[in-house]
Structure formats: structure tokens, C-alpha cells
């Protein structure tokens, strides 16, 4: 990876430092979902259907995985596999009841109750990638908090052929419709709805930058009102090493992302030029051993190596970054914990590798990239709920507050909700 010293850039080139893959955000990448989208529209499962032998060289006349399907698929998975995604399920249903929303009814005043309570979102979609690295452990992300919330309508769509394993695990997950469908049409799908799609209310699940822009442009067009759970797209990693941390567990943790794919970014910043050369020998000697080292090094040329003078700087650096992955590998990484602002998940320590996150650890592994970490917060419990409030008032609570809301309402110039207030008053001083 390239290397650069921070404090000899100045603000224009530390931005461009921090630059992401050029692959990400290309232009023609909105014309080229744009069209799918419509296409869905118009053609609804044929244009699936066509989708399906177009980039994924797979011919799908039912698009629904059936019961048989389900069952053969789930007696083909090694007990080792089905071991492996029920340690990893147990561990993220816990951390995830542990997120179960308490409701608040609370008097502000004598005569004013408020609430604040949360239903599930009815129906959800969850698309699970596939392609070179089909991502079982995403089934378990998604599935496993949308049943707690109470999700009625889960749907699961992957582009075809489904792997085995990412039927089974969405088998002990609760989910029972499944289709083999993915890209920008799987999104287009999951949002106007098909003959065999059914719509959904919010769509969740990362993907690359063709499902990602698909998942931007629907949750903005206005024939429809679906939301997304967040920008995620390409996968990144940000580690914060010091001179202590150990050069091999730093290489091994950036590969594991640029394995991803090679719109895929690692940085590593640390306090140390020794630390940046030994980690780059590592890089070295442990990507020629990998299978994916093709992928793996097309994300290592968009990515880079940053020297900076203390872990304060490098916190600054995290932030200005936002990564979607952030580990700290130094000898005391709480403190520097406590600078941090802008993660989607934080790994600390020496023993704790991404991989543990993404998998079975128990937190989630859908979180927001491109920047996104610093207004958008890693996939929860309650992105599967819609909160609302609730007020009541007394006729004492309301005469109490009368004058405050009229005042208010009369300087906003908004007569008709001074009026909402007036009238009821004149009631209560009636005394009817």
C-alpha cells in the first residue's frame, strides 16, 4: 500500500488521502439502475427472469424457493456448517433481545401524559449478496432482529443459486419466502412488488454500488414510500496501530476486507513508519496465499497507508475517514476509544479481529460506509420498529398549558392551532 506522512499534506491532500475506491460512485452506474428499476416495473417476473440469466447465467422459472427446494438445500449442509450458524445465532439473538425497546408514559405536567411507543414495521425485505462470496452470516444479521421486532411480512431475496447454507440459516431463522433474485432488480423488486415479490415497507441488507444506488433511488421515488436502513455499500476497514501492535494481525485484518471485492477499501494509520513498512511486508507475504488475492489487490491499490504523529491524530484521521469498520490495535485502546466519533463498529484489541463482528460475536454487521458512519449508526433492533408518540390531556392538563400553546400558536402566525386551543377552553370555563 502507498504510504504517506499526514502533517506533510496539506488540507487538500489530506482529503484526497482519504479519498474512497474510484470505482465507487461512478456516473453511468445511476443510468444503468435507473433502467433496471423501470424494466422491473414494466415486466414485473419477466424482467426478473431475464435479469437472472443476464448477469447471474442462471435460468429461473419460479422465482420462490419451495418447501422441496428448502429441504434438500438444508439436508445438503455439513453438521459442522449448521454448528458454526447456530453458535453464531444463539450469540446475535441474545445481544438482540437485549435491544427490546422499553416504552416511556411519562406526566410532563399534571394533566399531560405523554408516550412513546414502538410497533413493528409490518413488511421488510432482506437481501442477502451472493456472487463470489455468498454472505450466510448476513441471513442471521437480518433475520434474527427482524423476527424479535415482530416483522409479519420477511421476505429473503439472493441472487441465484441460492447457496445452501444461506437457505439453511434462513430456515432457522424464521424465514419462509425466499427468492432467487439479486442486483438492482432484486431492490426494484422488493419496492414496487411483482406477481411473485410481494412490496415491502423498508428494505435492509449491503450489497455493491448497483444495489446500493438501486436502494438510494427507490427510497426517493415518489410513486412509492419505501425506506432503506442505510447507505452500504463496498466494504471497508480503518485500523489505528501503534508501534506495539503485531504487523501480521494488521495485514490480516486489512485483506479481510479487500477480499471483499475490488471496490473495497483498507487504510491503516498509525503512529509508526516502521509499523507501516513491516504491515506492507505482511500484506505481501500473506496475500500470495490467498485464494481471492486477484480481488484482494485490486482493493489494495485504492488503498493506503498513513503515518501520523500521535493516537490523537489518528482518532482525527478515523473521524474525518468514518469508517464502516474501525479496529484499534494498540497497546491501550479504550483511550483511544474515547476520541472516536464516526464508526459503524469498533473493534479493540489485539484478539479482536473484524471477523469476530461479522460473524458471530453478536453485534451486527450491516453498518454504514462511504462516510455514512458519521450520520448514520450500525443496524439495530429498532431499525426494524417505527416509533410513535402519544399525548393525552386532561381538561386541567390543557388549561394549564393553554396559555403557552395560544401564545406560541399567535406568534407563529398560525391562528387556526390557537383556535384548537380557544375553543375547548371556552367549553371548560363554561363549564360544560
Given at each position: 500500500?502507498?504510504?504517506?506522512?499526514?502533517?506533510?499534506?496539506?488540507?487538500?491532500?489530506?482529503?484526497?488521502?482519504?479519498?474512497r475506491s474510484p470505482l465507487v460512485g461512478e456516473s453511468?452506474?445511476?443510468?444503468?439502475?435507473?433502467?433496471?428499476?423501470?424494466?422491473?416495473?414494466?415486466?414485473?417476473?419477466?424482467?426478473?427472469?431475464?435479469?437472472?440469466?443476464?448477469?447471474?447465467?442462471?435460468?429461473?422459472?419460479?422465482?420462490?424457493?419451495?418447501?422441496?427446494?428448502?429441504?434438500?438445500?438444508?439436508?445438503?449442509?455439513?453438521?459442522?456448517?449448521?454448528?458454526?450458524?447456530?453458535?453464531?445465532?444463539?450469540?446475535?439473538?441474545?445481544?438482540?433481545?437485549?435491544?427490546?425497546?422499553?416504552?416511556?408514559?411519562?406526566?410532563?405536567?399534571?394533566?399531560?401524559?405523554?408516550?412513546?411507543?414502538?410497533?413493528?414495521?409490518?413488511?421488510?425485505?432482506?437481501?442477502?449478496?451472493?456472487?463470489?462470496?455468498?454472505?450466510?452470516?448476513?441471513?442471521?444479521?437480518?433475520?434474527?432482529?427482524?423476527?424479535?421486532?415482530?416483522?409479519?411480512?420477511?421476505?429473503?431475496?439472493?441472487?441465484?443459486?441460492?447457496?445452501?447454507?444461506?437457505?439453511?440459516?434462513?430456515?432457522?431463522?424464521?424465514?419462509?419466502?425466499?427468492?432467487?433474485?439479486?442486483?438492482?432488480?432484486?431492490?426494484?423488486?422488493?419496492?414496487?412488488?411483482?406477481?411473485?415479490?410481494?412490496?415491502?415497507?423498508?428494505?435492509?441488507?449491503?450489497?455493491?454500488?448497483?444495489?446500493?444506488?438501486?436502494?438510494?433511488?427507490?427510497?426517493?421515488?415518489?410513486?412509492?414510500?419505501?425506506?432503506?436502513?442505510?447507505?452500504?455499500?463496498?466494504?471497508?476497514?480503518?485500523?489505528?496501530?501503534?508501534?506495539?501492535?503485531?504487523?501480521?494481525?494488521?495485514?490480516?485484518?486489512?485483506?479481510?476486507?479487500?477480499?471483499?471485492?475490488?471496490?473495497?477499501?483498507?487504510?491503516?494509520?498509525?503512529?509508526?513508519?516502521?509499523?507501516?513498512?513491516?504491515?506492507?511486508?505482511?500484506?505481501?507475504?500473506?496475500?500470495?496465499?490467498?485464494?481471492?488475492?486477484?480481488?484482494?489487490?485490486q482493493a489494495l491499490s485504492c488503498s493506503r497507508s498513513?503515518?501520523?504523529?500521535?493516537?490523537?491524530?489518528?482518532?482525527?484521521?478515523?473521524?474525518?475517514?468514518?469508517?464502516?469498520?474501525?479496529?484499534?490495535?494498540?497497546?491501550?485502546?479504550?483511550?483511544v476509544l474515547t476520541n472516536i466519533r464516526a464508526a459503524?463498529?469498533?473493534?479493540?484489541?489485539?484478539?479482536?479481529?473484524?471477523?469476530?463482528?461479522?460473524?458471530?460475536?453478536?453485534?451486527?454487521?450491516?453498518?454504514?460506509?462511504?462516510?455514512?458512519?458519521?450520520?448514520?449508526?450500525?443496524?439495530?433492533?429498532?431499525?426494524?420498529?417505527?416509533?410513535?408518540?402519544?399525548?393525552?390531556?386532561?381538561?386541567?392538563?390543557?388549561?394549564?398549558?393553554?396559555?403557552?400553546?395560544?401564545?406560541?400558536?399567535?406568534?407563529?402566525?398560525?391562528?387556526?392551532?390557537?383556535?384548537?386551543?380557544?375553543?375547548?377552553?371556552?367549553?371548560?370555563?363554561?363549564?360544560?
Amino acid at each position: 500500500m502507498q504510504c504517506v506522512d499526514w502533517d506533510t499534506l496539506n488540507a487538500t491532500a489530506q482529503k484526497q488521502a482519504l479519498q474512497r475506491s474510484p470505482l465507487v460512485g461512478e456516473s453511468k452506474v445511476e443510468s444503468q439502475v435507473t433502467d433496471i428499476i423501470e424494466q422491473v416495473i414494466n415486466e414485473g417476473d419477466d424482467a426478473l427472469k431475464m435479469f437472472n440469466q443476464r448477469f447471474d447465467n442462471a435460468q429461473t422459472n419460479v422465482l420462490k424457493v419451495s418447501k422441496a427446494q428448502i429441504d434438500t438445500a438444508c439436508s445438503n449442509v455439513a453438521p459442522s456448517l449448521k454448528n458454526a450458524i447456530l453458535h453464531a445465532a444463539e450469540n446475535i439473538e441474545s445481544f438482540n433481545q437485549a435491544q427490546s425497546f422499553k416504552a416511556i408514559d411519562i406526566n410532563t405536567q399534571p394533566g399531560v401524559r405523554c408516550e412513546l411507543k414502538s410497533e413493528a414495521i409490518e413488511r421488510v425485505g432482506l437481501y442477502i449478496p451472493g456472487g463470489t462470496a455468498p454472505l450466510i452470516s448476513t441471513v442471521m444479521m437480518l433475520a434474527i432482529p427482524a423476527r424479535i421486532a415482530g416483522c409479519k411480512t420477511r421476505v429473503l431475496v439472493s441472487p441465484p443459486p441460492i447457496n445452501d447454507a444461506i437457505i439453511y440459516a434462513a430456515t432457522v431463522c424464521g424465514i419462509t419466502d425466499i427468492f432467487q433474485v439479486g442486483g438492482a432488480q432484486a431492490i426494484a423488486a422488493l419496492a414496487f412488488g411483482t406477481d411473485s415479490i410481494p412490496q415491502v415497507d423498508k428494505i435492509f441488507g449491503p450489497g455493491n454500488r448497483y444495489v446500493t444506488e438501486a436502494k438510494r433511488l427507490v427510497s426517493q421515488d415518489s410513486r412509492i414510500s419505501v425506506a432503506i436502513d442505510m447507505p452500504a455499500g463496498p466494504s471497508e476497514v480503518l485500523v489505528i496501530a501503534d508501534d506495539k501492535a503485531n504487523p501480521d494481525f494488521v495485514a490480516a485484518d486489512l485483506l479481510s476486507q479487500a477480499e471483499h471485492g475490488p471496490d473495497s477499501q483498507a487504510i491503516l494509520v498509525t503512529t509508526s513508519n516502521e509499523q507501516a513498512t513491516a504491515v506492507n511486508r505482511a500484506l505481501d507475504e500473506q496475500l500470495a496465499k490467498l485464494p481471492r488475492k486477484e480481488i484482494a489487490s485490486q482493493a489494495l491499490s485504492c488503498s493506503r497507508s498513513i503515518v501520523v504523529k500521535d493516537l490523537i491524530d489518528a482518532a482525527k484521521v478515523s473521524n474525518q475517514y468514518g469508517p464502516e469498520h474501525l479496529i484499534i490495535q494498540t497497546e491501550q485502546p479504550r483511550e483511544v476509544l474515547t476520541n472516536i466519533r464516526a464508526a459503524g463498529s469498533v473493534f479493540l484489541g489485539a484478539y479482536t479481529p473484524e471477523s469476530v463482528g461479522d460473524y458471530a460475536s453478536g453485534t451486527n454487521h450491516v453498518l454504514p460506509t462511504y462516510g455514512y458512519s458519521r450520520n448514520y449508526s450500525s443496524l439495530s433492533l429498532a431499525d426494524f420498529s417505527r416509533r410513535f408518540t402519544v399525548q393525552e390531556l386532561t381538561s386541567h392538563g390543557l388549561t394549564t398549558l393553554s396559555e403557552t400553546v395560544m401564545t406560541l400558536a399567535e406568534n407563529e402566525l398560525l391562528q387556526a392551532h390557537k383556535n384548537a386551543v380557544a375553543v375547548r377552553m371556552a367549553t371548560i370555563k363554561q363549564g360544560l
